[in-house]
């Protein structure tokens, strides 16, 4: 009989396992709420995401398949020219040796991703990083690409339990989610999280969900559009297509980025700000920390209480306060 693999963890499983220095902790425990847990979870002393246990073997090569600087090829030129030449008809796909123009489309297509996960997780900035890293390497494309939502230490039930487990979508084009990339993709990602947020394989699920040309849009077009305007020569030239734009307009300046919100988690923000997120990371990327010479420095307060206060001041009601809690 088959047995539920969501049921059962593998044989090399170490559910929930904390290993020292890792952002992560142990799902959470009933009772208490979301602030709570977190208060009481012992703060990580660095950012270092993996350590090596007595279970896995530690990897000191890359695994076959990722890009790497190859070294240079035994073959006799003229063998290495007839065999370029027959990889490159054999894999010239429809949009291959095209227009540059579709090709960098292509190239910098988006990787979204959504992580829910029970566990805990200390340093979610890292964490987020971290998985960053690995998309961008597994789908070959700039960080500029990827884009990643983090639920963490939500309230999951996973094929019957509560132990560490998460779920995992990943929406990008066809042509990143081919069969014979997923069932790789598959293996190294969930590799990547149990090292990282310590969930086994078996309690890992991953969805990839390809997204149609005609239902993904940037800058007011789609993409199928987009590709279309370049084969007639009408494409809309977009200058670094995921970068900034150039001249932030009345809404953009009302609504704060959580790159934003890292930085002025303490002061009082617009009333208008729409959908803030959960939680504000602790660490900025260096070029921000280097970006507020001309801020005091500020104690950091709870996370949650401090986006809170940021957000809504102290003109919220008791009763409005008690929904948000
Ligand atoms: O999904 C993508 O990566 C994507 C969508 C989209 C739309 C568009 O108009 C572009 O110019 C590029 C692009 N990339």
Sequence with gaps: MLENPLRKPGKNSTPGTHRPGSPVTKPPC?????AQRKALQPRPSDAV???GN??????DRPPPGDVIGRSKSRLHPDVSKKKSAYFESEFAGPNRGDDPAK??????????????????IGDEFAFITDLANHLSNRYQRPMSSITITLHHGICMLFGGTFEPACTLTIHTLSRLLQPVTNKRNAILIQRHLHETLGVVSTRSYIRFEVTPEENVAIGGKTLAAEIEGISRGTADRK???FGKPSKPSRIMKSVKSLSSFKSHSMINL???????????????PDDERTSQVE??????????KSLRVALFGNKISPDKRETLE
């Design 103 to 120: 090709t960098r489309i292509f190239d910098e297509a988006m990787v979204t991703a959504e992580l829910n996960t029970n566990v805990i």
């Design 54 to 59: 007595n279970v896995m073997r530690s990897i």
């Design 49 to 51: 995401i993996v350590e």
């Design 30 to 34: 009933v009772g208490a709420s979301f």
């Design 295 to 304: 801020e005091k420095p500020h104690k950091s307060a709870p996370r949650r």
């Design 239 to 241: 200058l670094g297509m």
């Design 270 to 284: 617009s009333e208008n700000v729409a959908n803030p997120p959960p939680t504000t990371p602790e660490t900025p």
